[in-house]
């Protein structure tokens, strides 16, 4: 068994030093000798019969010793990390100080340290006096029509008309794209909204302002195919300009896009619909300001390795090389920033999470599930499977274990509204209402 001790250097970095007894590492130096003896050949001797002595004459015991190490060395090293209850955030420094045969000594014991970066120990606040403020549930006439805008965006027909385009029509196109006038690509009858930014880089400022029939040329950079990423002379020929119509918002519109029969019922229950939704949002104001407050009671160190560990890896997995337009140094701090603060929340909750005892149900773990996977599009059982192979479901508890957390602590909080109000947040406590909390934030991180 490993004998080790631990050395705190800073509040985010350990120094451990582990020894191994001979008598720990003899059967790895034994298991090593096998291995060899499969591999070396031996005038006289079967393969994988030959002696350690000849071994020892043919690559040395030196050999064989290092070899030895290097392969157990991380087996020893996370024994002595499940003895201390550890767990490091960084890739370990490691220095060897001590094997068998140093000064003589056949049966010395192996010795190595290792550095590394850890979660850094806090003392929780009281945080059951939080005092947060948000914006009373309103629901003006502006919100109202835009609801049921929306609603009739949804049952809205496309209409030939002639006019110059504007931002959010539909037309139908051609294209001709040159490079060094040499053509590169060419297409009839393309259909594109204008503003949807969904084709070439400044499509949309050559197609505003033009009426069917008329052309325009730009240069754009080419972002698929074979020529990719250089620039290109598009020639574009605006074939026919469409608008959204939308219905009238009468009885029959009511009737076709809902149980109501009359307009004034669909408007009744577009506004109740508002209202849940503002009282979500207030919620959501209500739990980000409670995260806010609790930030502002403790210090949370944060390991500057780690940090920069995780940004070099957002970069390179993305593919990015330092310098380009999106690896710039505004965006790197950016990036940092956005780490440091999850880091930071992710400590004081999980640390709240410990002092309140918070235990994830499965029914919870599968809600959550549920949730995210109609914001990705994809089958519940998929989007299951798809976390579990990537080894996530963890991280996915630890993540519903948090927003419980912060529940809790939402739950002690005093909150109330600018009007000097008390706001009932009960329904917003339950699962139930962390999942529609969840889905909101889900589509703002989408439209961001």
């Known amino acids: 068994?490993?004998?080790?001790?631990?050395?705190?250097?800073?509040?985010?970095?350990?120094?451990?030093?582990?020894?191994?007894?001979?008598?720990?590492?003899?059967?790895?130096?034994?298991?090593?000798?096998?291995?060899?003896?499969?591999?070396?050949?031996?005038?006289?001797?079967?393969?994988?019969?030959?002696?350690?002595r000849l071994i020892d004459q043919r690559v040395g015991r030196g050999f064989v010793i290092e070899n030895a190490v290097n392969d157990n060395l991380d087996s020893f090293f996370q024994e002595a990390l499940s003895e201390q209850?550890?767990?490091?955030?960084?890739?370990?420094?490691?220095?060897?100080?001590?094997?068998?045969?140093?000064?003589?000594?056949?049966?010395?014991?192996?010795?190595?340290?290792?550095?590394?970066?850890?979660?850094?120990?806090?003392?929780?606040?009281?945080?059951?006096?939080?005092?947060?403020?948000?914006?009373?549930?309103?629901?003006?006439?502006?919100?109202?029509?835009?609801?049921?805008?929306?609603?009739?965006?949804?049952?809205?027909?496309?209409?030939?008309?002639?006019?110059?385009?504007?931002?959010?029509?539909?037309?139908?196109?051609?294209l001709n794209a040159?490079?060094?006038?040499?053509?590169?690509d060419t297409a009839e009858g393309l259909s594109y909204e204008i503003g949807s930014g969904s084709m070439l880089d400044g499509m949309d400022e050559a197609l505003e302002g033009l009426s069917a029939g008329e052309d325009a040329v730009f240069e754009t950079t080419l972002a698929g195919g074979e020529h990719s990423g250089e620039t290109a002379t598009?020639?574009?020929?605006?074939?026919?300009?469409?608008?959204?119509?939308?219905?009238?918002?009468?009885?029959?519109?009511?009737?076709?896009?809902?149980?109501?029969?009359?307009?004034?019922?669909?408007?009744?229950d577009l506004?109740?619909?508002?209202?849940?939704?503002?009282?979500?949002?207030?919620?959501?104001?209500?739990?980000?300001?409670?995260?806010?407050?609790?930030?502002?009671?403790v210090e949370v160190d944060v390991p500057e390795n780690m940090l920069a560990e995780q940004v070099e890896q957002h970069f390179t997995s993305q593919g990015h090389a330092e310098g380009d337009d999106h690896d710039t140094?505004?965006?790197?701090?950016?990036?940092?920033?956005?780490?440091?603060?999850?880091?930071?929340n992710e400590v004081v909750l999980d640390t709240i999470a410990d002092a309140e005892e918070v235990q994830v149900e499965q029914s919870e773990l599968i809600e959550y599930i549920l949730s995210s996977a109609?914001?990705?599009?994809?089958?519940?059982?998929?989007?299951?499977?798809?976390?579990?192979?990537?080894?996530?479901?963890?991280?996915?508890?630890?993540?519903?274990?948090?927003r419980k957390a912060l529940a809790a602590v939402l739950e002690v909080a005093k909150v109330v509204d600018t009007d000097g109000n008390e706001v009932d947040l009960s329904f917003f406590l339950t699962p139930e209402g962390e999942e529609d909390a969840a889905s909101e934030e889900n589509v703002d991180e989408d439209n961001s």
């Open 1 to 52: 068994m490993v004998q080790s001790t631990v050395e705190n250097l800073a509040p985010t970095r350990v120094k451990l030093e582990v020894e191994v007894p001979f008598d720990e590492l003899k059967p790895r130096i034994d298991a090593t000798y096998k291995s060899l003896a499969d591999q070396i050949q031996v005038p006289g001797f079967r393969k994988g019969k030959v002696p350690a």
């Open 85 to 174: 209850e550890l767990t490091p955030l960084t890739r370990p420094e490691v220095d060897v100080t001590s094997v068998p045969g140093n000064e003589g000594d056949e049966e010395a014991p192996l010795k190595f340290n290792t550095e590394f970066d850890i979660r850094p120990t806090i003392e929780l606040p009281d945080y059951k006096d939080l005092e947060v403020t948000v914006d009373p549930i309103t629901v003006t006439e502006e919100q109202e029509a835009k609801v049921l805008d929306e609603l009739r965006e949804r049952f809205a027909t496309l209409v030939d008309v002639e006019r110059p385009a504007e931002k959010g029509d539909h037309v139908t196109i051609g």
């Open 178 to 184: 040159t490079i060094d006038d040499e053509e590169v």
């Open 234 to 268: 598009v020639k574009v020929v605006l074939e026919s300009v469409k608008e959204r119509e939308l219905p009238e918002a009468d009885d029959d519109f009511a009737q076709l896009a809902s149980e109501f029969d009359t307009i004034d019922e669909l408007k009744e």
């Open 271 to 297: 506004k109740n619909q508002a209202a849940e939704e503002s009282k979500t949002n207030q919620g959501v104001e209500a739990r980000e300001k409670a995260l806010e407050e609790l930030l502002k009671l």
């Open 329 to 344: 140094e505004e965006h790197r701090e950016e990036v940092t920033q956005n780490f440091r603060e999850a880091f930071v």
């Open 374 to 402: 109609s914001q990705y599009g994809m089958e519940p059982n998929q989007f299951a499977q798809m976390l579990d192979q990537a080894g996530q479901v963890p991280m996915i508890m630890g993540e519903v274990r948090r």
